[in-house]
Antibody, heavy 115, light 113 residues
Framework: EVQLVQSGAEVKEPGATVKISCKVS????????LHWVKQAPEKGLEWMGL????????EYAEKFQGRASISADTSTDTAYMELTSLTSDDTAIYYC????????WGQGTLVTVSS | DIVMTQSPDSLAVSLGERATINCKSS????????????LAWYQQKPGQPPKPLIY???IRKSGVPDRFSGSGSGTDFTLTISSLQAEDVAVYYC?????????FGPGTKVDIK
């Protein structure tokens, strides 16, 4: 069974950086891209980017280019998403996910940005 | 970017009746070399992460009840719940994974009438 387990909730001040982890199991980590998705309060789903764990190459939605950094550690089957220069607009639940036949989603990590 | 639209925004269906959700992409998500439509459907209940239901537009993920079915090709897709159950109350999203950014539709809320 595909499982993705994310790190816990974070509270950050404006301007800070947050880094969320996503540990996977139940499939071969390097066989599928690992995606990150944002869901702001009472809003829909927004694709942020992905990483190919096989070569570590990330790809970002234009909106998050330059502020998000997605990486993968194949020694621990864990992906990471770092978001810098946080503002109140970054308050959201962030999900890691695998898409397609091996689909699975993490439980979500709530990031609250508040002074 | 491929823009995904869904209709209706919300619908209320009686228990046991059919619910139909439409999803349209601004460009084709059919990849000709393998003849697959790169389109997925998800179900999200309050306070829970999205649950994958369908991939390749019509393939039900293991464990998903067979009352859920996906159809369509190219730019027009449909998710059908053949006999709505109380536990199907949720928001349903489509997503294209044909090209980045892998955009989602805005969601369709399904309720019991």
């Amino acid at each position: 069974e595909v499982q993705l387990v994310q790190s816990g909730a974070e509270v950050k001040e404006p301007g800070a950086t947050v880094k969320i982890s996503c540990k996977v199991s139940g499939y071969t980590f390097t066989d599928s891209y690992l995606h990150w998705v944002k869901q702001a309060p009472e809003k829909g789903l927004e694709w942020m980017g992905l990483v190919d764990p096989e070569d570590g190459k990330p790809e970002y939605a234009e909106k998050f280019q330059g502020r998000a950094s997605i990486s993968a550690d194949t020694s621990t089957d864990t992906a990471y998403m770092e978001l810098t220069s946080l503002t109140s607009d970054d308050t959201a639940i962030y999900y890691c996910a695998v898409i397609g036949a091996t689909a699975g989603w993490g439980q979500g990590t709530l990031v609250t940005v508040s002074s | 970017d491929i823009v995904m639209t869904q209709s209706p925004d919300s619908l209320a269906v009686s228990l046991g009746e059919r619910a139909t959700i439409n999803c349209k992409s601004s460009q084709s998500v059919l990849y000709s070399p393998n003849n697959e439509n790169y389109l997925a459907w998800y179900q999200q209940k309050p306070g829970q992460p999205p649950k994958p239901l369908i991939y390749w537009a019509s393939i039900r993920k293991s464990g998903v009840p067979d009352r859920f079915s996906g159809s369509g090709s190219g730019t027009d897709f449909t998710l059908t719940i053949s006999s709505l159950q109380a536990e199907d109350v949720a928001v349903y999203y489509c997503q294209q994974y044909h090209e980045t950014p892998f955009t989602f539709g805005p969601g369709t809320k399904v309720d019991i009438k």
